[in-house]
């Protein structure tokens, strides 16, 4: 595999991140998703091979003291390869260098797979919030205690 380079966001990535949101997500309105994390989002970060983004993660300000990550995808065909474990790290250490106490997040009842790297970090459930996502599914919501990071 390439090198893997987790970078900050530039402009010329725009149709990669609308390509991998309405991939990973089936967002019916990429173009909107993306300009929320663009005018919401304090921080974006993309993981670069070859020059081609193959993921992202979003995080914001909730307050002084607590960050939340807002979107995070890895394009399919390059999960398992630590480019979701390189963001988080990345995401999680720059939001503790602005201050942050703890770090928010909600992920899908379904998403197993994302909770269990989530939990790896030392994210714990703290509940859940019925019919959440679009279609009706539930979501966890997740805190981590930068602390324990």
Do not use: H, W
């Not at 994210?123 to 859940?128: D, E, Q, V």
């Amino acid at each position: 595999m390439q090198t893997v380079v987790i970078r900050d966001y530039n402009v010329k990535d725009f149709r990669e991140l609308l390509e991998i949101d309405a991939e990973v997500f089936k967002s019916k309105n990429p173009a909107y998703d993306v300009y929320v994390y663009l005018t919401y989002g304090s921080d974006l970060l993309v993981a670069d091979i070859g020059n081609r983004v193959v993921g992202y993660i979003v995080t914001m300000d909730i307050d002084r003291y607590t960050g939340k990550i807002i979107s995070f995808a890895v394009k399919p065909e390059y999960r398992r390869m630590g480019i979701g474990t390189m963001l988080l790290r990345n995401a999680i250490e720059r939001l503790k260098s602005r201050g942050k106490k703890r770090i928010l997040l909600e992920v899908r009842v379904s998403n197993v797979e994302a909770q269990r790297l989530y939990k790896k970090f030392g994210f714990k459930t703290i509940s859940t919030l019925p019919r959440y996502y679009s279609d009706g599914e539930d979501a966890y919501l997740m805190e981590l205690s930068c602390e324990n990071f």
